[in-house]
């Protein structure tokens, strides 16, 4: 039988656990550009073991709600930044470590114009865009080794709207 999990909005509080919400909020940190861009400096903590920051294009196919999770996965050497190309809310499913396995996951949307960051290690679902189109810019970890672990759910959840 599946259990349902509600989607939340995404607050940097509410996710602080399992990454940074990357957006701009209040003033800038500074002016650039003559007074023409404003600078919302150093918003994700990026972090790598044994490699570089790489940048690629992800194109991922939208999802509809009511959505099956039967998998997350984690990436043990670094973290992973999703960054839309576009003006669209994104489903984020997480889940806390509970002794190498995955806890009970939770699901946030974003607003328009909000990023994340996962944290090193932690549990989170598929990219999950809402609307086509599903492009993101993604900056992970580019190095040798194996960086991804993935938990199959013996039952699935299904995330649904509240």
């Known amino acids: 039988m599946s259990q349902h999990i509600q989607i939340q909005p995404i607050s940097a509080q509410a996710f602080a656990p399992f990454g940074d919400l990357i957006e701009c909020t209040g003033p800038p940190d500074k002016l650039i550009n003559q007074g023409q861009c404003g600078r ?4 994700a903590g990026l972090d790598f073991v044994d490699g570089r920051a790489g940048l690629s294009l992800f194109h991922a196919n939208p999802r509809v709600l009511p959505y099956e999770l039967d998998l997350v996965e984690r990436h043990p050497e670094g973290s992973q930044a999703f960054i839309p190309m576009s ?4 489903l984020v499913i997480v889940a806390l470590d509970c002794d190498g396995h995955p806890g009970t996951p939770l699901a946030f949307e974003t607003e328009p114009g909000q990023a994340i960051n996962f944290h090193r290690g932690t549990w989170h679902g598929v990219l999950t865009p ?3 189109p599903g492009l993101f810019a993604v900056v992970d970890r580019i190095g040798p080794g194996e960086n ?6 013996d039952a699935p959840y299904v995330v649904v709207r509240s």
């Open 130 to 132: 809402l609307h086509a």
């Open 40 to 43: 919302y400096h150093d918003r």
């Open 87 to 90: 003006q669209h809310p994104f």
């Open 148 to 153: 991804l672990q993935e938990h199959w759910f």
